[in-house]
T-cell receptor, first 116, second 113 residues
């Protein structure tokens, strides 16, 4: 049973560059979430997909951020023109709505982004 | 607006001691869900428990127990006979929607031999 996987695990980039992260959810899960976690803080919700539809976006998700889930399976999160304030751990989670919803979200290991 | 407060930033205990992690929440919603997650040093968040607002029964799972009290808006987590492997950051979270989890800042628990 494979869990949520994320790639890459670490990314170092220079300010102004674009970066893209990938998340592969648990195969039978139709819901996918992105969170951001900075040092000493809890994860902060960024966005949520049910199948391929992006149903919710946080105010934290500025215009430089875009997320996609084109076929309702894997998802990508792109950050354009990175800033030092984007340095954080980006977490992906998945869950299934088929068991009544409100189920626990299973988290991946995260992608740690460092912007120099 | 929803808010989760974990007032204890760090707790240090000696192995076999009992420890309680506090969680206080704020919400205007009548239906909501509370969670506890564990984040060990490896970094991956691990689900521990979910509780909905209509179920105030306490729950025990092995050495873990949870006390949910709507009257005080608290959802506290107790580890009995703590072990070194319990060392981690523990997060309490709240959602009304079922998807956007609002996390507290976490409590870092260190259990020493």
């Amino acid at each position: 049973d494979t869990g949520v996987s994320q790639d890459p695990r670490h990314k170092i980039t220079k300010r102004g560059q674009n970066v893209t992260f990938r998340c592969d959810p648990i195969s039978e899960h139709n819901r996918l979430y992105w969170y951001r976690q900075t040092l000493g803080q809890g994860p902060e919700f960024l966005t949520y997909f049910q199948n391929e539809a992006q149903l919710e976006k946080s105010r934290l998700l500025s215009d430089r951020f875009s997320a996609e889930r084109p076929k309702g399976s894997f998802s990508t999160l792109e950050i354009q023109r990175t800033e030092q304030g984007d340095s954080a751990m980006y977490l992906c989670a998945s869950s299934s709505s088929r068991t009544g919803g409100r189920d626990e979200q299973f988290f991946g290991p995260g992608t740690r982004l460092t912007v120099l | 607006a929803q808010k989760v407060t974990q007032a204890q930033t760090e707790i240090s205990v000696v192995e076999k001691e009992d420890v309680t992690l506090d969680c206080v929440y704020e919400t205007r919603d009548t239906t909501y869900y509370l969670f506890w997650y564990k984040q060990p040093p490896s970094g991956e968040l691990v689900f521990l428990i979910r509780r909905n607002s209509f179920d105030e029964q306490n729950e025990i799972s092995g050495r873990y127990s949870w006390n949910f009290q709507k009257s005080t808006s608290s959802f506290n987590f107790t580890i009995t006979a703590s072990q070194v492997v319990d060392s981690a950051v523990y997060f309490c979270a709240l959602t009304y929607s079922g998807y956007a989890l609002n996390f507290g800042k976490g409590t870092s628990l260190l259990v020493t031999p």
